[in-house]
């Protein structure tokens, strides 16, 4: 289905070689929030984040906040917003190249989910593969396990294509 076994990576908390303690607070506070139930607030701690980098020459750092918000902005039900920004992000990063590569592979699962969200089948497989095949190449199981779920509920699901679905989620399972 996929282009083989995503054989290492763990669950992103931060990416920190490119940021400022800053905005990796921010970040990790818009995290907490978001856990705790509290949108709102993770969304008020991501748009600082984003604030701070305005002016800094860090794409990386930029890119990684503009995920951030994108994220709760698609909470929101805001996908034109959170797809620009996911855009955006996706046009300062570089898919060869990490940390830059897992900040690409995230704004690709927020185009995919918004894409799902407003019922873009198409589009929404193709974000979805595209996250998987570069999720795998880079060796991040955990984006990679999110993508399989998502191209199989969001993708294969929504079409009435239960066998494929059932093998994607199965193949994430077993990571």
Known sequence: MFRGACLSGDAPTTMQSSSTPEVDQLIRWAFQREQAGDMAGALRSAREALDLTCGRDCPVERA?????????RFRFGQYDL?????????ALT?????????IYTEAL????????ETHSLAECEHY?????DLACEIGNQWLYMRALHNVGSGGYLFRGQ??????????ALRL
């Open 82 to 90: 959170a797809r620009s920004l996911a855009r955006e992000a996706l």
């Open 109 to 116: 699962l927020l185009l995919g989910m918004c894409a799902a």
């Open 128 to 132: 979805y593969r595209r996250a998987a």
């Open 94 to 102: 570089d898919p060869d190249h990490e940390p830059q590569a897992s």
């Open 162 to 171: 239960t066998d494929p679905a059932i093998t994607a989620d199965s193949q």
């Open 64 to 72: 990684r906040a503009l995920t951030t918000v994108a994220r709760y």
